[in-house]
């Protein structure tokens, strides 16, 4: 199969906090929910899976703790926020 490396920069650009919350705070309940809904599909509870979902959920709550504290700062001191996120995908195999 050839091989095959794609980019799609998904967010770019200078938002205001409002929108950076929006932006920033879908994304990763977005991913919060597909982990769940991954954790749902899973019957064994010691699929190695299921400890991989419940980290990563734990991880992206992290995530946006950090995220609501640096958009508040920027809030409260007058700025606004430059994101970028690029999705990279390529073909792996099993």
Do not use: W
């Amino acid at each position: 199969m050839k091989q095959m490396c794609n980019r799609i920069k998904l967010v770019e650009g200078e938002f205001g906090p409002g929108d950076s919350a929006d932006v920033l705070l879908s994304l990763i309940a977005d991913k919060i929910k597909f982990h769940n809904l991954q954790k749902l599909l899973i019957n064994d509870a010691d699929d190695l899976r299921l400890m991989r979902a419940e980290h990563r959920i734990g991880e992206l709550k992290e995530a946006r703790k950090s995220v609501i504290e640096s958009i508040i700062k920027a809030r409260d001191d007058g700025y606004s926020l430059k994101i970028e996120a690029t999705v990279n995908i390529e073909y792996v195999k099993k």
